[in-house]
């Protein structure tokens, strides 16, 4: 049993133990030298500008596509004749078309609405009357006051 176990022991001692490289013929391949740097970010650089480069490309060519039309552009048939801002980001525009005036209410949605024009708004506008120019005077004012306090 001694014996045994010795065996046993010196078997395992043998099989734990790294083998020699001249006793089994094996030498391990000599690790290649690292890479050089340079050229490897060269490429990686050269290739994220090609795709920066395509990007910016396609963003400009979506935004010319999608850009809007402007009505101050002479057209033809289509010209702005005024334009009237309402708030930040609303407006009216005053446009003729083939000799038709037309009114168009614009927000960032779009169009809202379209009214056509007629006639000429001359007889509506204030003349040469001074009053009408700057507004009501004071006395016109406290008048209406006094009428309104008296009718309540």
């Known amino acids: 049993m001694n014996q ?13 133990q790294a083998p020699s490289e ?5 030498a391990p391949p000599v690790a290649p030298a690292p890479p050089d740097l340079g050229p490897i970010l060269m490429r990686l650089a050269a290739m994220t500008g090609f795709v920066l480069l395509i990007l910016g490309g396609l963003a400009l060519w979506i935004w010319l596509w999608r850009r809007p ?4 552009e002479d057209r033809g048939r ?5 334009q009237i801002w309402l708030g930040r980001r609303c407006c009216l ?3 003729e078309v083939e000799g038709c005036r037309v009114v168009i209410a614009v927000d960032p949605g779009g169009i809202k ?3 056509p024009v ?11 009357d001074p009053r009408h120019q700057s507004g009501p005077s004071v006395e016109e004012i406290m008048s209406l006051l006094a009428a309104s306090r008296n009718a309540a």
């Open 4 to 16: 045994l176990l010795s065996s046993l022991l010196f078997v395992s001692h043998r099989l734990l």
């Open 22 to 26: 001249d006793a089994v013929g094996y």
């Open 69 to 72: 039309v402007s009505v101050t």
């Open 78 to 82: 289509l010209r702005s004749l005024h």
């Open 93 to 95: 525009q005053l446009v």
């Open 113 to 115: 609405s379209v009214h």
């Open 118 to 128: 007629s006639g000429d708004f001359a007889s509506l506008l204030p003349g040469d």
